[in-house]
């Protein structure tokens, strides 16, 4: 991809953007904020699986904890609130370095009950007497909504905050895209595809599948933190297991390697439920458990088929490089003359 067409599709995207931003307010501005918070946890999970090939069923913890590192930052006054994210994010980056470190000697079923365990344990660890000073408790945390700068005072607070969400999601996205390209990408690919080989060839194999969990767990931490700037409310409730079990449906949904997958996940994720619960309001959990196994196994069985299709037409084809010339009499035998070309 040359130079220009970079250009082209970067100011591309930024008037979509400023477009967003300036059109869209109220519910659609907050719904939209919503697709892309959504979008950048599944992003990644979605690192932790397609790239070092570790899955985890646990990662709503680290969206929790990225909320709450926000949450506690602004209620107790001890950072601005655009430093949130940040703070978050190196958090979660420690806290998934930590737990993946021991972690990463289990694998396939074990890794992902292990985590498990961490989504199931963390919500009542919140709830805890002793963080009740810091976390609230069963209650959680009420913050005021953020402030908009003066110098962007035409635009209202949801407009704002969806633009900063924008902003982090674009970076982020854009940060990942990098550090795939580079050693980290070659060696946790290498961790997934020939592991034996990446031993053979000098690989730390449980420092890099630690690295890979920190990184994931960083930018789900991120997308956790954005979440508490948009709604101004975190408690232990708003992150059952169902959230950690929701990501890894959504990497599902988009594919372990395909980014653009994962803001169709997003969509996915964000208005299934509403409308599951529009057509029925005693069956919204049978609707849409029943639209997210359609989700998960119906795209796969498409792909096959499609494939079965191409094959079979390049069975049909004729050879290439071969002409066919119609005689002008037929041959002894019936038989068909053929030219090389």
């Not at 209620?75 to 979660?92: G, I």
């Not at 494939?307 to 041959?331: C, E, Q």
């Amino acid at each position: 991809m040359n130079i220009r067409r970079i250009s082209v599709l970067v100011l591309a995207g930024l008037a979509c953007a400023l477009a967003l931003v300036f059109l869209v307010h109220g519910y659609w501005a907050f719904k939209i904020a919503t697709v892309l918070i959504l979008a950048l946890a599944v992003r990644g999970l979605q690192l932790l699986i397609g790239a070092s090939g570790q899955v985890s069923l646990g990662h709503g913890a680290f969206f929790a904890i990225g909320a709450y590192a926000a949450g506690v930052v602004v209620a107790q006054q001890w950072l601005s609130p655009y430093l949130a994210v940040p703070v978050a994010v190196v958090l979660c980056c420690v806290a998934g370095f930590l737990f993946g470190l021991p972690a990463v000697r289990l694998a396939g079923p074990y890794l992902a009950l292990a985590t498990f365990a961490l989504a199931l344990a963390l919500p009542q660890l919140l709830k805890h007497p002793l963080l009740e000073p810091w976390t609230g408790g069963v209650s959680g945390l009420s913050l005021d909504p953020m402030n908009v700068p003066a110098v962007f005072a035409f635009l209202q607070v949801d407009q704002w905050i969806l633009a900063l969400t924008m902003g982090w999601t674009a970076l982020i996205y854009l940060l990942l895209h990098r550090l795939m390209k580079g050693p980290a990408g070659l060696a946790w690919h290498m961790l997934r595809d020939h592991p034996t080989a990446a031993t053979a060839v000098g690989v730390d194999v449980g420092r890099w599948k630690a690295a890979a969990f920190a990184v994931s767990s960083g930018v789900v931490g991120a997308a956790g933190a954005l979440n508490t700037s948009l709604t101004s409310f975190v408690s232990p409730d708003s992150f059952p297991v169902f959230l950690s079990l929701s990501l890894l449906v959504g990497v599902a949904i988009a594919s372990p390697r395909s980014k653009l997958g994962t803001f169709v996940a997003a969509l996915f994720l964000s208005f299934v439920p509403d409308i599951a619960e529009k057509l029925s309001q005693e069956l919204t959990g049978v609707l849409y458990g029943c639209v997210m196994l359609a989700a998960v196994f119906v795209p796969p069985l498409f792909g096959r088929w499609r494939n079965r299709a191409a094959l079979a037409r390049d069975r049909r084809a004729p050879a290439a490089g071969i002409d066919t010339i119609p005689p002008l009499s037929a041959p002894p035998g019936g038989r068909t003359l053929t030219q090389e070309n």
